[in-house]
């Protein structure tokens, strides 16, 4: 399994950007996919999740209203609708990928059993 994350870059503060992950080789059937972000000399943390069928959402507080996760199953790809960027947004995007979606947890890193190589998003202001 691999995953594959792009769609980064170098925007200004208001601008908009919309991360892709691919994802090649079999998980199972009802895997889902999240984003988290990593900014310099900080901890990981969740930006946003979806299940299998896209119906069941979640985004960090901190994006909620600018950021939209959604996912195509037939290209296997998930992805990452960001609006209104702020440089607070600058951070290595990751995704990730869950075998066993329940819909709980999804916050947690722990909760995933695959993850992807990440994709710089810079926001200036």
């Known amino acids: 399994v691999q995953l594959q994350a792009s769609g980064g870059g170098s925007v200004q503060a208001g601008d908009s950007l919309r991360l892709s992950c691919a994802v090649s080789?079999?998980?199972?059937?009802?895997?889902?996919m999240a984003w988290f972000r990593q900014a310099p000399g900080k901890e990981r943390e969740f930006v946003a999740a979806?299940?299998?069928?896209?119906?069941?959402?979640h985004h960090a507080d901190s994006v909620k209203g600018r950021f939209t996760i959604s996912r195509d199953n037939a290209k296997n790809t998930v992805y990452l609708q960001m609006n209104v960027l702020k440089p607070e947004d600058t951070a290595v995007y990751y995704c990730?990928?869950?075998?066993?979606?329940?819909?709980?947890?999804?916050?947690?890193?722990?909760?995933?059993?695959?993850w992807g190589q990440g994709t710089l998003v810079t926001v200036s202001s």
């Open positions: 990730a990928a869950d075998r066993t979606w329940s819909g709980r947890g999804v916050a947690f890193r722990r909760a995933y059993d695959y």
């Open positions: 080789g079999r998980i199972s059937s009802n895997y889902g």
């Open positions: 979806i299940g299998w069928s896209g119906g069941s959402t």
